[in-house]
């Protein structure tokens, strides 16, 4: 049941394609639950914001899309893996969803909508769904 996440920068200074490719492999050899993506900027007085940057913002961008798609096609196949299986979970906050207007965490941090609880408790429910970010429970 262990969930693994990262981040990952995109555009770098002196990162080349091939450094890119490299990593989309890292991504396919691990299969990351889920990435915590962004796109390098600058920061004042970091070392790194001293390298020139010689690759194009649309370069960048589209090797970021390219990350983010395919980590999101990861995602949405590991929690359909999900569907047919009972998680605990704790109840922990409310989506703003009519049809499953609460939320809750697996102990891997993942995320189940639900349509009754009660919040602040664990409950032990029904994966029906799933989708890129979050899964759902028919649990009434």
Known sequence: DLVI????????????????LQTMELIE?????ALFT?????????????????TPRGEIQR??????????????EKHREYVGKTVRVLIDGETGDAQYPLASRTGGNR???LKSGTLGQFADV?????GRW??????N
Do not use: C, M, W
Request: charged share 25%; glycine share 6%; net charge negative.
């Open 5 to 20: 996440t990262s981040d990952v920068i995109v555009g770098f200074p002196g990162e080349t394609e091939r450094d890119f």
């Open 126 to 130: 029904l994966i029906t769904g799933s």
């Open 111 to 113: 995320l189940v909508k």
């Open 38 to 54: 962004f796109i390098y900027s600058p920061r004042p007085g970091a070392p790194s914001a001293l390298v020139e940057n010689n």
């Open 63 to 76: 090797r970021f899309e390219r990350l983010v798609n395919r980590q999101n096609e990861i995602s949405e």
């Open 29 to 33: 050899r691990l299969r990351f639950d």
């Open 134 to 139: 979050s899964l759902t429970a028919d649990n």
